[in-house]
């Protein structure tokens, strides 16, 4: 519901749905066509489901982050957020670090991301 939440005020203090918001920063810039995200019965985008978007968009938006936020040269998010969003921010694991390091439920959960290892 966190994420719900979020969509909420986003909307309340934009004035338009995530959606909307997104679409000219991030879906347009990355060529995402054909897409919708389901709103709840007042009109605010559901935010934590109902995004359909084509498997090869969703890489799109997996690229942008590996690329820290560039896209064809131009920063659509920036460089400091991408790093913080996808860190580590919640231990899943009470294992010991040793074991929590070998496994990709290890790595914690970031910003709405499940963290996974990475040879990066």
Same mark, same amino acid.
């Given at each position: #519901? !966190?994420?719900? #939440?979020?969509? !909420?005020?986003?909307?309340?203090?934009?004035? *338009?749905t995530v959606f909307d918001y997104l679409l000219?920063?991030?879906f347009k810039p990355l060529g995402i066509r054909?897409?919708?995200?389901? %709103?709840n019965p007042q009109g605010?985008? #559901?935010g934590m489901i109902g995004l359909r978007?084509?498997? *090869?968009?969703?890489a799109k938006f997996g690229?942008?982050? %590996?690329?820290?936020?560039?896209?064809?040269?131009?920063?659509?998010?920036?460089?400091e957020w991408?790093? *913080? !969003?996808?860190s580590f921010q919640i231990k899943n694991s009470?294992?010991? *670090?040793?074991k929590r390091s070998l496994s990709d439920w290890g790595q914690g959960y970031a910003y709405q991301m499940w963290r996974g290892k990475t040879t990066r």
């Open positions: #519901m !966190a994420t719900f #939440m979020l969509s !909420a005020i986003v909307q309340q203090v934009t004035g *338009e000219p920063r991030i054909g897409i919708d995200w389901d %709103l605010i985008t #559901m978007l084509r498997t *090869e968009d969703l690229q942008l982050l %590996l690329n820290d936020g560039v896209w064809n040269g131009k920063q659509l998010i920036p460089k991408v790093k *913080e !969003a996808t009470n294992e010991p *670090e040793e």
